[in-house]
């Protein structure tokens, strides 16, 4: 079992920088693929970015250059610097783990809220 907490959400100005933190407890962190996924108002939930056990990063194409998925297996996280913002990025944006093997394995956190607006 794998608990996720985010944070580091908040309310940004377009064109601000925002740091988001997940912070997983439970054994074998390094054997999950991490991501962050989005969901806007009345949208569906859209993968962000994602970064293997091998650390191998991918990023969904609206993102690619602005933000970084990064992960410390050491200390158990994995943060998204997200810089220069949109108002098209505001979302309740998701921490993921999903075990390199067993598909089953699969978790979520609550959530961080993301608001870009002036």
């Known amino acids: 079992q794998v608990q996720l907490v985010e944070s580091g959400g908040g309310l940004v100005q377009p064109g601000g920088s925002l740091r988001l933190s997940c912070a997983a407890s439970?054994?074998?962190?390094?054997?999950?693929?991490m991501a962050w996924y989005r969901q806007a108002p009345g949208k569906q939930r859209e993968l962000v970015a994602s970064i293997s056990t091998g650390g191998r990063t991918n990023y969904a194409d609206s993102v690619n250059g602005r933000f970084t998925i990064s992960r410390d297996n050491a200390k158990n996280t994995v943060s998204l610097q997200m810089n220069s913002l949109k108002p098209e990025d505001t979302a309740l944006y998701y921490c993921n783990a999903r075990h390199y093997l067993i598909q089953s394995r699969n978790y979520w956190g609550e959530g961080t809220l993301v608001t870009v607006s002036s």
């Open positions: 439970g054994s074998g962190f390094s054997t999950y693929v």
